[in-house]
């Protein structure tokens, strides 16, 4: 697997540079959006395969903009993993709900993130059960 595309929803400069940065050299492709507005404004276009979401945004947190990207044909089926740096077992119960399929903590273990995210790739999304 290589270029694969992750959409990076991030409003901290230094975490932005940072993932980018270690997927870079992973062979990811990394397409960053700094707040939750621009994130639904890009998120489309970019088309990404697997999507890393900041849940403190400055506007619209991270778990209503994956909610809302939820509601696109385009982002049904890939993950959408939050990150959060309070990795409370509610934190990570609300992304649930809102649509994510999982959860990575902050501050971001910068030797398994790329794994973590192959690994999503590998098993796709986890459909909601009806
Ligand atoms: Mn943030």
């Keep these: 697997m290589a270029g694969e595309k992750v959409f ?8 932005r ?6 997927l870079m050299a992973e ?12 994130g639904l404004k890009m998120a489309p276009e970019v088309k990404p ?3 890393l979401m900041d849940i403190n945004l400055p506007d ?4 209503e903009v994956t909610t ?9 089926d890939i993950p959408i993993l939050a990150l959060t740096a309070n990795a409370m077992a509610t934190d ?3 992304a649930l709900k809102a649509g994510c399929d999982g ?6 273990d910068v030797d398994t993130l790329p794994h973590q995210l192959r690994d999503w790739l590998k098993k796709g999304r986890k459909k909601p059960q009806s």
Excluded: S
């Excluded at 540079?17 to 270690?22: I, N, S, T």
């Excluded at 809302?68 to 049904?76: C, G, S, T």
């Excluded at 959860?103 to 971001?108: G, T």
């Design 8 to 15: 990076y929803v991030e409003d901290n400069p230094q975490n």
């Design 92 to 94: 990570a119960e609300r």
């Design 103 to 108: 959860h990575i903590a902050k501050p971001i």
């Design 49 to 51: 395969d697997l999507v």
């Design 27 to 38: 062979d990811f492709e990394v397409i960053t959006a700094e707040n939750g507005e621009e």
């Design 68 to 76: 809302r990207l939820r509601k696109l044909e385009m982002f049904q």
């Design 17 to 22: 540079r940072l993932v980018q940065v270690v």
């Design 60 to 63: 619209i947190d991270g778990y």
